[in-house]
């Protein structure tokens, strides 16, 4: 029980004069923060992107491409084709026939805001009637929708974000194309805000296409169906078909690229990782060295050599943790929600994604400043702990 | 000179901090050098591009093929010295993941036109030779473990050949270059390609011009674009450097998040210097008292701390750059995503000189204390 108290007592004290301490301890509080910062904000963009493409798509849809196309952008599918896709059974049928839309998927030329000196890769999506059902998430939140056989356009909530002349009323310039945007639509965040979605026969012949597609987009009955549907068409010798669900098809795009951002983000942080360890060190072992006299003298008043390591522990620990709520702060109040846009390595077209300084992101940065504090204390604790009381109390 | 070895002295007077002084410096350069490699990654090699080349795309957008025809009237326009096209061909190497970029070209003119890709001779006259011929870069043969005379399967993705779905190639020659020049490319004949794709004859994808004078570009390229106004393919043309800008600018600003980073660590580990250099001063206040009585001047005192500190930012900063340089040697560590992984020597200069700003930054108002160090006042203190 004395042990504890005086562990106690020792901790209180080194902890209420770490302000006498402060341009030492400074050192050590922002270096951790400053790890934190870097390495919650990288992995917040990895994150941001991931969640983007793998919240796009849903289970219950699937995709139809051509075999051996990885992308909507290099896949294409004739008219004849189109009918018997949708044909296949497995789709849900309503009223008017079954919930499938043919689409082309092409890229048109457009600045971002941010470089409006630099084309951007936009994707542009030509849908047919049905595609409004095939998506339920999709609804617009401006604007009405665009009439078929028209050239209107109606663009997602990002893309109106990040690119110049997205309002409704704007037009759209590219080439002899002239796109009138009539609308803005949302689809609960995910990749399809960033697209602009036009009549798919307006835009087979604004891009020369004739009467090809690139993509069936089908709303199955169930999510249990779609194992039907895919084996009825690849065992359908009319076409030549691969088939994956939606969601898949999109949480596949973001691998390498989240992938990378890891990569980065996590190589980073274990470099500066270290050097804020280095700066732990030396804040801690200036502080038991300044401190030599006093703790010798608690050591000669009969205090504990453990209740004094522990101490310098839970100092370097406060240190820490200081530094890591500093710089976990930070990263939210900087980053967290901040709109942005890349591109998609997959597809070589814009994504706009916001970064996500998720609660996981928070913990796991507040376990790393926590873990910098505590190997930044240890070399210095155990200094403190075997100092000789003589000859630390004759010091100076 | 002859105060080397007390610079030297007092360097040292601290074992500990002086060891985790250096290594925190190390780390801030090892950081930076690594760093800067990965923003110019990003910058696609636009540093090294050719300012006499121009590109001419479709002007709706890049994947919007442009005739062949093109080509001869883009060659008789005076000014320009060769012109020649490259069609993406997206082909696949067994799985998707493993991508890298394969492209269609003319072989004579391709080479002409991009002379910083260098294939020895008897490569080429095979290229000429075989219509099935492909050339890769010095990296991605080395990927892969692909030697010349390899067959190399592709599967198509936008071109399908008229039967089945894979490609066949013979790498026949392997391109090397300097460093900075991506050499994870492949490259093979665009005849191979327009005689068995099913759909699609006579498409290119984009047009490389060589031009006389770089100056010209801008007239040029806008005698390009009213050439082909009006046609059913209007072109956009731009210098190659605008081109790989334009792109680079696509992924978004990588180039700043990397130069906010370094500076976050490099602010840190400033503030670690300048601390310690403080402290170690703080503590020898009466010994430069001392040496002022010796008779040494404000300026030979402030010169010693500086030279401390500057020894201190240049080691710690030399050998983390020196490192971040071998790693960098060590090439690409994704595994093909960034073909360009080079660290430039402006930023190897820039780094120094930051080691420098460093240095006498973290020295500055310690030394500038010891230099005003008042003898009586420092001697009474303790």
Do not use: C
Not at chain 1, 105 to 132: F, H, Q, W
Not at chain 2, 202 to 217: S, T
């Amino acid at each position: 029980v004395t042990w504890i108290k005086q562990t106690l007592a020792v901790i209180a004290l080194n902890l209420r004069t770490i302000p006498a301490r402060l341009s030492s301890s400074a050192v050590a509080i922002v270096g951790i923060a400053g790890v934190v910062v870097v390495f919650v904000s990288v992995l917040s963009i990895g994150a941001g992107f991931a969640a983007a493409m793998q919240g796009s798509g849903s289970a219950t849809r699937a995709l139809v491409m051509r075999t051996g196309a990885d992308t909507e952008l290099t896949s294409g599918l004739e008219g004849p084709d189109i009918d018997v896709i949708k044909q296949a059974p497995g789709i849900r049928r309503e009223g008017s026939g079954p919930l499938a839309s043919a689409e082309l998927y092409v890229i048109l030329d457009v600045p971002k805001k941010s470089t409006p000196d630099a084309s951007a890769n936009v994707p542009m999506r030509g849908i047919e009637a049905m595609g409004m059902d095939v998506r339920e998430e999709v609804s617009l939140v401006a604007g009405r929708m665009f009439q078929f056989g028209t050239n209107e356009v109606i663009v997602g909530r990002a893309a109106n974000g990040q690119f110049v002349n997205m309002n409704t009323g704007d037009t759209i310039v590219s080439g002899q194309n002239k796109w009138n945007v009539v609308g803005i639509f949302e689809a609960d965040g995910g990749v399809a805000e960033t697209e602009i979605w036009a009549d798919v026969r307006t835009l087979q012949g604004a891009y020369r296409r004739g009467n090809t597609y690139q993509s069936v987009l089908v709303r199955l009955d169930s999510s249990d169906t779609f194992d039907m549907f895919r084996d009825w068409l690849t065992s359908n010798p009319q076409v030549n078909v691969a088939i994956r669900r939606e969601n898949e098809y999109y949480a596949a795009q973001s691998v390498a690229m989240t992938r990378l951002i890891q990569t980065i983000g996590f190589g980073i942080a274990a470099l500066m990782g270290i050097g804020a360890v280095f700066g732990a060190i030396l804040t801690m072992y200036t502080a038991v060295a300044t401190r030599a006299r006093e703790i010798a003298t608690l050591r000669a008043l009969g205090f504990d050599t453990t209740s004094v390591l522990i101490s310098v522990l839970i100092e370097s620990l406060g240190l820490g943790a200081i530094g890591g709520a500093i710089g976990a702060a930070a990263a939210y109040v900087a980053f967290n929600g901040y709109q942005t846009s890349t591109m998609n390595f997959q597809t070589f077209t814009q994504v706009a994604f916001a970064f996500r300084v998720t609660p996981e992101l928070l913990g796991v940065g507040l376990f790393y400043a926590l873990l910098m504090g505590l190997v930044g204390g240890l070399l210095p604790a155990i200094r403190a702990a075997r100092l000789p009381i003589a000859s630390a109390l004759r010091e100076l | 000179m002859k105060f080397l070895p007390l610079i030297w002295k007092n360097v040292w007077r601290r074992r500990f901090r002086t060891t985790f002084t250096l290594l925190s410096i190390f780390v801030a350069f090892l950081l930076f050098g690594l760093l800067m490699t990965v923003r110019a990654a990003f910058s696609l090699g636009v540093d090294i591009a050719g300012l006499d080349r121009l590109i001419l795309i479709h002007k709706v957008s890049l994947i919007m093929p442009l005739p062949y025809s093109y080509l001869g009237r883009l060659q008789q326009t005076p000014g320009v010295e060769l012109a020649t096209h490259q069609t993406w061909f997206n082909g696949i190497y067994q799985e998707p993941a493993n991508f890298f970029a394969n492209i269609a070209v003319e072989p004579e003119a391709f080479l002409k036109v991009y002379p910083e890709f260098r294939v020895p001779a008897d490569q080429v006259q095979a290229w000429l030779a075989d219509r099935q011929g492909a050339i890769a870069g010095r990296d991605l043969a080395d990927r892969f473990g692909w030697k010349v005379g390899d067959r190399i399967p592709l599967t198509g993705t936008i071109w399908q050949p008229k039967q089945g779905q894979t490609w066949e190639f013979n790498l026949v020659g392997i391109y090397d270059g300097e460093d900075g020049i991506d050499k994870t490319q492949f490259f093979f004949r665009y005849d191979y390609l327009d005689e068995n794709r099913a759909e699609g004859a006579g498409l290119v994808g984009w047009y490389v011009v060589r031009i006389a004078d770089p100056d010209q570009a801008l007239a040029l390229s806008r005698t390009f674009d009213e050439m082909f106004a009006n046609s059913s393919a209007e072109t956009k043309t731009t210098t190659e450097k605008g081109f790989i800008e334009g792109f680079a600018k696509q992924i978004g600003d990588i180039g700043a998040i990397m130069i906010a980073i370094s500076s976050v660590v490099l602010f840190m580990f400033g503030l670690v210097a300048a601390s310690t250099m403080a402290q170690s001063v703080r503590e020898r206040t009466s010994e430069f008292a001392v040496l002022k009585t010796l008779g040494f001047t404000g300026r030979t005192i402030l010169a010693l701390v500086l030279a401390e500190s500057l020894f201190i930012a240049l080691v710690g900063g030399g050998l983390g750059l020196a490192l971040a340089w071998v790693f960098v040697q060590q090439g690409d560590p994704t595994g093909g995503m960034l073909p360009i992984f080079v660290l430039a020597p402006r930023d190897v200069g820039i780094g120094i000189a930051l080691m420098v700003a460093i240095g006498l930054l973290a020295g500055a108002a310690p030394a500038l204390g010891a230099m005003r160090l008042r003898i009586t006042d420092a001697l009474r203190r303790v």
